[in-house]
């Protein structure tokens, strides 16, 4: 289907990111990875590799601790409250604790469908935008189901991702380099894209505006007021 993308493809690159540590090499794997991404889901995907569902000015986030990530850890692999109580341990990391339980989960329970990355950004929209009496549990029901659905490895960056620590080492001003030299043609336009991000302070905007319109869709972007 056309805007379509594996989530499974998404996490590959989060591997190859998470183990390296220069700037240079990081840039280089964002622009293979916004490279492969349909122009569609572009912001979707940039959004994630931030952690994050919006831009930080829409001021709604996914606000799931630990111990709730927990819960649908249980729920979705069938383990005990002191199984992946000893894995979050022994771990530190919510993530792996979550990876290492679904990894065990009976194969009659594995995954039917791969998930693309529009399931889980849809999912994770869901949980952010639950409020009110009653969210909390409606979030740990909404995160089990997309725990369920997912590969072990798939867990680790949703996981992450809710609990606001997916620890890429990512920031806004990587994704303008990888930007500029992907749709841009090179640093020489990197102020071009600096600009619409500081006029829209929408990370994603600004790669999908690249991806469909090129240059000249920034040149467009000006300041609005009211």
Same mark, same amino acid.
């Given at each position: 289907?056309?805007?379509?993308?594996?989530?499974?493809?998404?996490?590959?690159?989060?591997e190859?990111?998470?183990?390296?540590?220069?700037?240079?090499?990081?840039?280089?794997? &964002?622009?293979?990875?916004?490279?492969?991404?349909?122009?569609?889901?572009?912001?979707?995907?940039?959004?994630?590799?931030?952690?994050?569902?919006?831009?930080?000015?829409?001021? &709604?986030? *996914?606000?799931?601790?630990?111990?709730?990530?927990?819960?649908?850890?249980?729920?979705?692999?069938?383990?005990?409250?002191?199984?992946?109580?000893?894995a979050?341990?022994?771990?530190?990391?919510?993530?792996?604790? !979550?990876?290492?339980?679904?990894?065990?989960?009976?194969?009659?329970?594995?995954?039917?469908?791969?998930?693309?990355?529009?399931?889980?950004?849809?999912?994770?929209?869901?949980?952010?935008?639950?409020?009110?009496?009653?969210s909390?549990?409606?979030?740990?029901?909404?995160?089990?189901?997309?725990?369920?659905?997912?590969?072990?490895?798939?867990?680790?960056?949703?996981?992450?991702? +809710?609990?606001?620590?997916?620890?890429?080492?990512?920031?806004?001003?990587?994704?303008?380099?990888?930007?500029?030299? *992907?749709? !841009? !043609?090179?640093?020489?336009?990197?102020?071009?894209?600096?600009?619409?991000?500081?006029?829209t302070?929408?990370?994603?905007? +600004?790669?999908?505006?690249?991806?469909?319109?090129?240059?000249?869709?920034?040149?467009?972007?000006?300041?609005?007021?009211?």
């Amino acid at each position: 289907m056309e805007g379509e993308m594996l989530f499974s493809e998404l996490v590959e690159f989060y591997e190859k990111i998470e183990a390296i540590s220069g700037r240079i090499e990081m840039t280089n794997l &964002l622009v293979e990875l916004l490279r492969k991404t349909p122009p569609e889901i572009i912001d979707k995907v940039v959004y994630l590799t931030l952690g994050e569902v919006y831009p930080p000015f829409v001021g &709604l986030e *996914l606000g799931v601790a630990d111990r709730l990530a927990l819960r649908a850890v249980k729920l979705a692999s069938g383990a005990s409250e002191k199984e992946v109580d000893q894995a979050y341990k022994q771990l530190g990391d919510v993530g792996l604790a !979550g990876e290492r339980m679904l990894a065990k989960r009976s194969q009659a329970t594995l995954f039917v469908q791969e998930l693309t990355v529009e399931d889980v950004y849809s999912a994770l929209e869901r949980i952010a935008r639950e409020t009110g009496e009653g969210s909390m549990e409606t979030k740990v029901q909404i995160l089990s189901g997309l725990l369920a659905s997912a590969q072990p490895r798939e867990a680790k960056y949703i996981l992450r991702i +809710v609990t606001g620590k997916m620890r890429l080492g990512v920031a806004d001003m990587t994704i303008l380099d990888a930007l500029s030299i *992907l749709y !841009g !043609g090179g640093k020489e336009t990197r102020e071009l894209f600096e600009r619409a991000y500081n006029i829209t302070s929408d990370i994603g905007f +600004v790669a999908k505006t690249a991806a469909l319109e090129g240059v000249e869709g920034l040149k467009k972007i000006r300041i609005t007021v009211g």
